[in-house]
Antibody, heavy 118, light 110 residues
Framework: EVQLVESGGVLVQPGGSLRLSCAASDFTFSDYWMSWVRQAPGKGLQWVASIKRDGSEKYYVDSVKGRFTISRDNAKNSLYLQMNSLRVEDTAVYFC???????????WGQGTLVTVSS | QSVLTQPPSASGTPGQKVTISCSGSNSNIGNNYIHWYQQVPGTAPKLLIYRDNQRPSGVPDRFSGSKSGTSASLAINGLQSEDEADYYCAAWDNILSAVDFGGGTKLTVL
């Protein structure tokens, strides 16, 4: 069964950095777009970033451009999100998600909580 | 403020039909597929409908999707208590080069 397991979420101070990881298993990782979607406490879903199967294309929501970097290692079946210059408003559960296309997500991880606070 | 507009809440009694709307523009729904997700609070979202009206395996046929122009709808027939959840629509946006999500609709089964 497809599995996506996120890790790396912690409490960090504003301005700090963090790297999230997502370990994928039981599917051919390199065949899929991979994305990060976040959900602030009590709020709705917000798409954060997506990366193409071979890593050649990357897309970001405007609010994280220049601060976050999505990457993948197909040899390790892993997805990453490097988060720099973190802001209080980045506080959220971050979900890793798989997509046959960039526009939708057929499997999701359970999420990892990132808290940005002083 | 979400790019795709959904009603914040909806409700129905067991056995009823409920419809949730999602309104957008030509840059998203009008020229791209719409997808729907179900999220029980405290859990990960689940894909419910993809490519406007396709159901993943395991999703009951009580759930159906439709689209017309820049609007889309999710219909739930024969409402059941386990359908109580938050529902989100989503679509690619050609202008933003981003995935737009609706603000979500909280469905209550009375």
């Amino acid at each position: 069964e497809v599995q996506l397991v996120e890790s790396g979420g912690v409490l960090v101070q504003p301005g700090g950095s963090l790297r999230l990881s997502c370990a994928a298993s039981d599917f051919t990782f390199s065949d899929y777009w991979m994305s990060w979607v976040r959900q602030a406490p009590g709020k709705g879903l917000q798409w954060v970033a997506s990366i193409k199967r071979d890593g050649s294309e990357k897309y970001y929501v405007d609010s994280v451009k220049g601060r976050f970097t999505i990457s993948r290692d197909n040899a390790k079946n892993s997805l990453y999100l490097q988060m720099n210059s973190l802001r209080v408003e980045d506080t959220a559960v971050y979900f890793c998600a798989r997509g046959p296309l960039i526009s939708y997500f057929d499997y999701w991880g359970q999420g990892t909580l990132v808290t940005v606070s002083s | 403020q979400s790019v795709l507009t959904q009603p914040p809440s909806a409700s129905g009694t067991p056995g009823q039909k409920v419809t949730i709307s999602c309104s957008g523009s030509n840059s998203n729904i009008g020229n791209n597929y719409i997808h729907w997700y179900q999220q029980v609070p405290g859990t990960a979202p689940k894909l419910l409908i993809y490519r406007d009206n396709q159901r993943p395996s395991g999703v009951p046929d009580r759930f159906s999707g439709s689209k017309s122009g820049t609007s889309a709808s999710l219909a739930i027939n024969g409402l059941q208590s386990e359908d109580e959840a938050d529902y989100y629509c989503a679509a690619w946006d050609n202008i933003l080069s981003a995935v737009d999500f609706g603000g979500g609709t909280k469905l209550t089964v009375l």
